[in-house]
């Protein structure tokens, strides 16, 4: 794997396609025996989340499973802008159903706690939060996800549906931001 570059920064290759698709069977199988029988509603994050959340669905054999869909945005650049602002709502009624929050990755934890809000003014039932990256270290609010692929360091990431102001996305590995030397 190269390094790539976007608006004249440098990524290194940080976690491979494989150890991606070992972690996300991982936590399908977490989420199957802890909500089996719960009819959980998969909540994707748009736009960083897609391809997690496609990924993750599909892993997660319960039978009755079902997925929607919620658009938030606070990064600009390489930085949350501290206001998260919700694009596109929610049109289901999820009024006392299990609802699994899927994000891409958690980092001040804002954006979370804001959708967790949401979710319990509409009366879910129950709310968890599966999340493929975790900054621990960048946590300003909230709780930690109950289902976590990777603990990682607060440095700036990209590729698997991550951006950098909408781009690579499709990259199928995640790469980080290159310490200047
Ligand atoms: P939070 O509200 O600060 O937890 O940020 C959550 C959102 O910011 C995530 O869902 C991502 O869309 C974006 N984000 C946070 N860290 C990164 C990163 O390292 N690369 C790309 N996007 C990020
Ligand atoms: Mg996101």
Do not use: W
């Not at 669905?57 to 390489?78: L, Q, W």
């Not at 501290?82 to 709502?89: C, D, P």
């Not at 509409?122 to 599966?130: E, N």
């Amino acid at each position: 794997m190269e390094e790539v570059t976007y608006q004249g920064l440098t990524f290194e290759p940080f976690i491979r396609r494989e150890q991606i698709a070992v972690e996300v069977r991982r936590m399908a199988q977490e989420i199957k025996r802890d909500h089996e029988n719960d009819k959980p509603l998969f909540l994707c994050v748009l736009n960083g989340a897609f391809i997690f959340a496609a990924d993750l669905f599909r892993a997660c054999d319960i039978h009755d499973a079902e997925v929607t869909f919620i658009r938030f945005k606070s990064y600009e650049g390489m930085s949350s802008t501290g206001e998260v602002k919700e694009i596109m709502g929610l049109s289901e009624d999820i009024t006392g159903r299990t609802v699994i929050i899927v994000e891409d990755i958690i980092d001040s934890g804002v954006t979370a706690q804001q959708l967790r809000r949401v979710l319990e003014e509409k009366h879910a039932r129950q709310v968890k939060m599966a999340a493929l990256l975790f900054k621990p270290d960048s946590l300003k609010v909230g709780t930690p996800p109950d289902y976590v692929g990777f603990k990682i360091p607060p440095k700036f990431i990209l590729g698997y549906g991550l951006d950098l102001d909408g781009l690579a996305r499709n990259l199928p590995d995640v790469y980080v931001l290159k310490e200047k030397s």
